[in-house]
């Protein structure tokens, strides 16, 4: 990609984060939190509950990233059908940002952080949906230029998420074309469907990892699941540096673009225990009141329950909280579950 020059350039920032001191061992856990029955039997066709709609995908001035980018409906109220519609975010411009289902891309701008590989995860889904001769401003983020400047494409989506968001499989050319005259209509994703789509597509060629949750069908979760497990045997894209069973966190860099790369779940937790410990230490040397948070990321997990997803292991009939997979021993993370074998509870 190239760049191109932007109005005004983002100025360096100046909130370098204060070191974590490193705590002690922190025993493995050993509880599990009160529990939701997972998905058990053999996979269940998706119920035709997907509703198609037709659009257009805009870029330019706009921020995407490997996981999701701004679409607007041909008729944007029609996402006001969708369950949970009455939190659609719609913008002047008539577009919503996207959340594209079962994957989840190395993050580009998460509360001011990033994480290695999102900038060519960005890049990867831009060309799988069509777009070409992209041009960025001088923040690496914002896209200035691109052919063409408006994609046609094709969702199918079931409901809103918690953050204004039509969770979706999204289509473009020919498979868009082919969806296009079945807009307004529910139709069934199966696996073959699914195949067609840049989900997939990103999860085939490892620029994205998978995200299971309990919205998407079994079907389409085990499709999701093999497909990312054959990227990873072949250590195609984020599974050629992968470090999310093993990583050191000291501060944001260690988890940033010269640092390790986590399963981009894992890293806007850290993420966020990281802000919050730095906030507390820097209001007790301001104000000598309160105190840091809790000193390893599963404990600080733990005291939050906001953030402490409920997640199903394979082979368990029950959801657990997330912080049970994890330990903390100085400054090293690990991790006892294969981020392949989770299906996160929805919101």
Do not use: C
């Not at 856990?29 to 269940?44: E, H, L, V």
């Not at 079994?218 to 999701?224: K, S, Y």
């Amino acid at each position: 990609m190239t760049t191109a020059g932007a109005p005004t350039e983002e100025p360096p920032r100046t909130d370098t984060a204060p070191t974590i001191p490193a705590p002690a061992v922190e025993p493995p856990r050993t509880d599990i939190a009160p529990a939701i029955p997972a998905p058990t039997g053999p996979p269940q066709p998706t119920p035709a509950a997907y509703l198609v709609v037709s659009g257009d995908l805009l870029v330019l001035g706009k921020q995407p990233d490997g996981d999701s980018v701004r679409f607007r409906a041909h008729d944007p109220e029609i996402l006001r059908q969708l369950a949970h519609g009455d939190r659609v975010d719609i913008k002047a411009d008539g577009s919503v940002q996207l959340r594209l289902d079962g994957i989840d891309a190395p993050e580009l701008h998460y509360a001011g952080q990033q994480q290695p590989f999102g900038d060519r995860s960005r890049d990867a889904l831009l060309r799988q949906l069509g777009f070409a001769s992209v041009s960025l401003a001088a923040n690496h983020m914002t896209v200035t230029a691109a052919e063409p400047a408006v994609l046609p494409a094709v969702i199918a989506a079931r409901m809103v998420e918690v953050h204004g968001r039509p969770v979706a499989f999204l289509f473009t050319g020919d498979a868009a074309a082919a969806l296009a005259e079945r807009g307004g209509s529910r139709i069934e994703v199966d696996a073959d469907l699914l195949g067609q789509s840049a989900n997939l597509g990103m999860l085939a060629s490892g620029d994205a990892y998978p995200l299971l949750y309990t919205s998407t069908g079994p079907e389409l979760r085990a499709a999701i699941a093999a497909t990312a497990s054959r990227a990873r045997a072949a250590h195609l894209g984020v599974y050629a540096s992968d470090a999310t069973a093993r990583f050191r966190v000291v501060d944001h860099t260690s988890v940033g673009p010269g640092g390790d790369l986590v399963f981009p779940k894992i890293f806007r937790r850290v993420t966020e225990w990281l802000r919050e410990t730095e906030a507390a230490i820097a209001n007790e040397t301001a104000t000598g009141l309160g105190g840091p948070p809790p000193a390893t990321f599963p404990a600080w997990l733990r005291a939050n329950p906001g953030r402490n997803d409920r997640v199903v292991v394979a082979g368990n009939r029950r959801s657990q909280a997330l912080h049970t997979l994890l330990q903390q021993g100085g400054h090293t993370v690990t991790m006892s579950a294969d981020p392949l074998t989770l299906v996160f509870v929805e919101k």
